[in-house]
T-cell receptor
Framework: NAGVTQTPKFRVLKTGQSMTLLCAQDMNHEYMYWYRQDPGMGLRLIHYSVGEGTTAKGEVPDGYNVSRLKKQNFLLGLESAAPSQTSVYFC?????????????FGPGTRLTVL | GIQVEQSPPDLILQEGANSTLRCNFSDSVNNLQWFHQNPWGQLINLFYIPSGTKQNGRLSATTVATERYSLLYISSSQTTDSGVYFCAVERGEGNTPLVFGKGTRLSVIA
């Protein structure tokens, strides 16, 4: 199993450009998440999904959109990138359960917006 | 929302030393996890521990849910233990996302 994969690994954008980050998981997990990590801030949740076709806002959703058309994929879109969106983006997935709701993380995407 | 505070923010250890990392949270939780982020950025789940004690090799964790804190113990530290340790919690309402603390940055020196 590949686990959780993210593409691309690195990207540089100019202000106002758009892009989509792809997250894929092969563990048949129901839940998927997008986080951003900034220096000294820990991880903050952007959006999440509790199943195919569903999405919900997290702590910092502004400027981002997401889609979960297939269970194994979770897309994060930036319609008009801003320098404040320079960050490392992590995707995670989990199988919700009463005993072990462990989240598994992808390797991250480092995004720079100039 | 729920607050998660980790201490200390930074820690430097000599190889072979032991350490204790603390995580305090402001409300009842039904999920608490400890993660290690290595120097290359990869996040690895260490423990799922909403209550009680677990051990995995040189690492162990204890959560006292009634007092709203969790401790991560690292014994006989090694340079490969370096990185950032995060505590993350989920509130006791069911199916809500994890809230992360800001982490403890550990540096183990040979």
């Amino acid at each position: 199993n590949a686990g959780v994969t993210q593409t691309p690994k690195f990207r540089v954008l100019k202000t106002g450009q758009s892009m989509t980050l792809l997250c894929a998981q092969d563990m048949n997990h129901e839940y998927m998440y997008w986080y951003r990590q900034d220096p000294g801030m820990g991880l903050r949740l952007i959006h999440y999904s509790v199943g195919e076709g569903t999405t919900a806002k997290g702590e910092v959703p502004d400027g981002y959109n997401v889609s979960r058309l297939k269970k194994q994929n979770f897309l994060l879109g930036l319609e008009s990138a801003a320098p404040s969106q320079t960050s490392v983006y992590f995707c995670a997935s989990s199988w919700p359960g009463a005993k072990s709701d462990t989240q598994y993380f992808g390797p991250g995407t480092r995004l720079t917006v100039l | 929302g729920i607050q998660v505070e980790q201490s200390p923010p930074d820690l430097i250890l000599q190889e072979g030393a032991n350490s204790t990392l603390r995580c305090n949270f402001s409300d009842s939780v039904n999920n608490l996890q400890w993660f290690h982020q290595n120097p290359w950025g990869q996040l690895i789940n260490l423990f799922y521990i909403p209550s009680g004690t677990k051990q995995n090799g040189r690492l162990s964790a204890t959560t006292v849910a009634t007092e709203r804190y969790s401790l991560l113990y690292i014994s006989s530290s090694q340079t490969t233990d370096s990185g950032v340790y995060f505590c993350a919690v989920e509130r006791g309402e069911g199916n809500t996302p994890l809230v992360f603390g800001k982490g403890t940055r550990l540096s183990v020196i040979a």
